[in-house]
């Protein structure tokens, strides 16, 4: 194995290894039997607001990530046909 070929895999899994966690991090949206019995209800201010801004970076981070994870497996997988040894 190269050093390209160890430097790429290693890439690959902390991506895909962060994608699952922060995926795992964010809160269902699912609104509906669970919500009720398990008082989904934040009808404060600060309840309301509060998850927003977390919400939208975990987000962020997701769509980040995966798009890292996507040109990575690109480059993985287009580099050793250009080139050749």
Not at 33 to 60: C, H, P, Q, V
């Amino acid at each position: 194995m190269s050093v390209w070929e160890i430097v790429s895999g290693v890439l690959l899994l902390i991506s895909s290894i962060f994608i699952v966690l922060v995926t795992l991090l964010q809160e269902s949206k699912q609104q509906g039997m669970t919500s009720a019995i398990g008082g989904g209800s934040n009808d404060s201010f600060y309840g309301k607001n509060s998850g927003r801004s977390r919400e939208a970076k975990l987000a962020k981070m997701t769509t980040v990530m995966a798009i890292i994870f996507f040109i990575v497996t690109l480059v993985v997988n287009l580099v050793p046909v250009f080139i050749k040894k």
